[in-house]
């Protein structure tokens, strides 16, 4: 069935420094790609999207490109600070039973 | 978020026991779904309806079952619980389509003995 890898599964970086999260997925068909950000203790959220006719979308310090050819999506955070400490999920569409299907997961730590 | 709200928020339980988690939803959105949580898995869906009348199996239903007693309302129910059940458990809902933002609950701890 479709699936969504995800890597790292954990990720240390200076605060300051960027960050980057890779996911790859398996249904060609997928056009919807978001990311979810869980604090500890919270509830995941929304914090960017982007769908298959566009290549790549900011806002503010994060982004996240597609390359649909090799069928994988990135996050990208820029100028890391301690309040992106956090666990990230990326996530596919998947048109056979229009569901999402999720990543495993990126713990993002930040160092002071 | 508190449009989204799951009861109880915590909750241990022995092996065998019935146990009824409840969703209820302020947005007035029509699809709702469970997911569970477990570490390095990430989240995986239990199952999700778009309408009250329309109810459909996830990736891992084996062992739970759900209803859909109105389109504010969305129970999850494990008839005989294990101890491999023991997971965060949230309920989401979303607008209309699968390109929707889903809106998660603060989530329901569930230890099973």
């Known amino acids: 069935g479709e699936n969504v890898e995800q890597h790292p599964s954990t990720l240390s970086v200076q605060e300051g420094d960027s960050a980057v999260i890779k996911c790859t997925y398996s249904?060609?068909?997928?056009?919807?790609f978001p990311w979810y950000k869980q604090e500890l203790g919270k509830r995941p959220q929304l914090i960017i999207d982007?769908?298959?006719n566009v290549g790549e979308k900011k806002d503010q310090r994060i982004a996240v490109t597609l390359n649909k050819t090799a069928k994988h999506f990135s996050l990208h955070i820029t100028e890391t600070q301690p309040e992106d400490s956090a666990v990230y999920f990326c996530?596919?569409?998947?048109?056979?039973?229009?569901?999402?299907?999720w990543g495993a997961g990126t713990k993002l730590i930040i160092k002071p | 978020d508190a449009d989204v709200t799951q009861t109880p928020r915590n909750r241990i339980t022995k092996t065998g026991k019935r146990i009824m988690l409840e969703c209820s939803q302020t947005?007035?959105?029509?699809?709702m779904y469970w997911y569970r949580q477990d570490p390095g898995l990430g989240l995986r869906l239990i199952y999700y309806?778009?309408?009250?009348?329309?109810?459909n199996k996830g990736e891992i239903s084996d062992g739970y079952s759900v209803s859909r007693q109105a389109q504010a309302k969305f129970s999850l129910s494990l008839e005989s619980a294990i101890p491999n059940q023991t997971a965060l458990y949230f309920c989401?809902?979303?607008?209309?389509?699968?390109?929707?933002?889903?809106?998660f609950g603060p989530g329901t701890r569930l230890t099973v003995l």
């Open positions: 989401a809902t979303s607008p209309q389509g699968i390109t929707d933002t889903q809106y």
């Open positions: 947005k007035g959105h029509d699809r």
């Open positions: 309806s778009f309408d009250v009348k329309d109810i």
């Open positions: 249904d060609s068909a997928s056009n919807y």
């Open positions: 982007i769908r298959s």
């Open positions: 996530a596919a569409s998947t048109n056979s039973n229009y569901q999402l299907i």
